[in-house]
Structure formats: structure tokens, C-alpha cells
């Protein structure tokens, strides 16, 4: 079982940053490649970025690809680095964990999730 805590959202006007991080809880976070979604009001939840369990494979969404950065550490942190932020990235962020191994863009794929954190960008 892992439980997993987002922070670090919040306002922001276009063109800065945010650093959104995950906190998980329980002793096999290192078995789980983690991902970050979000979903803005009347749409779907959609995937932004995800990390292999080893730290040494990243994937991201074309919308935020060069823009964002997803890191994990050893203390079972996973970042969401956000740069030139758009008023199009204004959604809730979760942060997600999957078992399967191979980096899954798929948001049904992922076995536990945060309870999101709300970003902000005002034109």
C-alpha cells in the first residue's frame, strides 16, 4: 500500500514557475514508477509526466515537454518542476504510482493516487 500527498500548488502568473512534490508513505516506493496527471475543470484527467523506478527514465506529454521536469529521490519524494507556465496548465495536479513496470502514460494503469493539488496561472 503506498499513500501519496501533493504540495506545493498554488498562483502563479504566466511565465513562472512552480515546484509541486509528492510525499509517499510505505517501505516499496522504490518498486513503483510515478507519474504526475491533472485535470482542469469539464475535462478529462490527463497524463503530464512520469519517471521510472530507477530515476533513469523520464517521459512527458508534448504539452509540457522542455517546460517541465519530473525528479524523484531516496527519501520517496517525486517533483514536478514547472517553468514558463501557461494559463492552459491551470488544473489540479496528482501525483500517481504504478507497479507495472514500464513507464505508462495511461491513467487507468496507475495503482494509487494523491488527492491533488490546484495550480493556478493567471494570464
Known amino acids: 500500500q503506498v499513500q501519496l500527498v501533493e504540495s506545493g500548488g498554488g498562483l502563479v502568473q504566466a511565465g513562472g514557475s512552480l515546484r509541486l512534490s509528492c510525499q509517499a508513505s510505505g517501505r516499496t516506493f522504490g518498486s513503483y514508477d510515478m507519474g504526475w496527471f491533472r485535470q482542469a475543470p469539464g475535462k478529462e484527467r490527463e497524463f503530464v509526466a512520469a519517471i521510472s523506478r530507477s530515476g533513469g527514465s523520464t517521459y512527458y506529454a508534448d504539452s509540457v515537454k522542455g517546460r517541465f521536469t519530473i525528479s524523484r529521490d531516496y527519501a520517496k519524494n517525486t517533483y514536478l518542476q514547472m517553468n514558463s507556465l501557461k494559463p492552459e496548465d491551470t488544473a489540479v495536479y496528482y501525483c500517481?504510482?504504478?507497479?507495472?513496470?514500464?513507464?505508462?502514460?495511461?491513467?487507468?494503469?496507475?495503482?494509487?493516487w494523491g488527492q491533488g493539488t490546484q495550480v493556478t496561472v493567471s494570464s
Open positions: 500517481a504510482a504504478n507497479r507495472r513496470f514500464g513507464i505508462s502514460t495511461i491513467r487507468t494503469e496507475y495503482d494509487y
